[in-house]
């Protein structure tokens, strides 16, 4: 069930691009999401995906609305 709550590594990945574009460094993205930077490596490899609750803390720490960041 836990998996429902997962995004797909593509999609993931492309968060972490849009993240790191906008000047975000490795270790910005982990701190927010509370995550290691090995993590964010794995992510942005594609070999882990991010969660709901990953991108729902994005969205409230740049205050942009989840729909206008995906």
Known sequence: MSDRRNVSSSLS????QYLR???HSQ???ARM??????????VK??????????LERVSETLS???????
């Not at 990945?13 to 972490?16: N, S």
């Not at 490899?45 to 990953?54: A, N, P, V, Y």
């Open 27 to 29: 270790a910005d993205i």
């Open 13 to 16: 990945a492309q968060v972490i």
């Open 21 to 23: 574009q906008r000047g």
């Open 45 to 54: 490899s594609k070999d882990r995906s991010l969660t709901i609750d990953h």
């Open 33 to 42: 999401l509370g995550v290691s930077e090995g993590f964010i490596s794995l």
């Open 64 to 70: 942009v609305p989840l729909g206008a960041m995906l």
